[in-house]
């Protein structure tokens, strides 16, 4: 029962990872709408996971789904953000960096031993976190780089955590470092 919940969430998170990736093409007209968009499909994942995994590890459990409302209250920010034309938002945008960092470095410290999936996606979270700082950085320093990256960040972080969930064995979650 518990593998059929990991396939349709790593299924849901890698079909949103793609519809994120190619909807500014078709009808969302800004770069904080899509990543309002991605944050609050990505804070409802990461609860859905916390509730999935609190057998498992209620310390684990605990802090992603903190992590998560903090997505999703960020999801929201940018939304009235959009609706006030609120000059903050790329505060806001700073603070998604940091959810990818704080995601990826409490993943990677509370995986599995012997079953290093969650090291992985970890690993990708840290890695995608200094990426889009770097951007945010580049954005907010007023450079020509497009902010249109930093969604396909989302996405693309959207579809390997998608495709690493589909694949986890939920006999071999997580177990904290000694």
Do not use: H
Not at 15 to 44: Q, R
């Amino acid at each position: 029962m518990k593998k059929d919940l990991y396939n349709k969430l790593g299924i849901l998170e890698i079909i949103i990872g793609i519809l994120i990736i190619i909807l500014p093409f078709f009808y969302f007209f800004t770069t904080a709408g899509v990543v309002g968009l991605g944050l609050l499909f990505l804070g409802m994942a990461w609860i859905f996971l916390s509730f999935n995994i609190r057998e498992d590890s209620k310390i684990f459990s605990l802090m992603v789904l903190l992590i998560g409302i903090l997505a999703i209250i960020s999801a929201l920010v940018y939304y009235i953000g959009l609706i006030s034309f609120d000059p903050l938002l790329n505060f806001w945008l700073l603070v998604v960096g940091i959810l990818l960092l704080v995601f990826g470095v409490i993943t990677f410290l509370f995986r599995k031993k012997v079953n290093g999936k969650w090291g992985i996606t970890g690993l990708f979270s840290i890695i995608l976190g200094i990426i889009y700082l770097a951007i945010i950085y580049q954005v907010i320093a007023g450079s020509k780089l497009d902010s249109y990256y930093l969604v396909v960040l989302i996405g693309l972080f959207l579809i390997a955590d998608g495709i690493i969930i589909f694949f986890l064995k939920p006999s071999k979650i997580i177990e904290p470092l000694p």
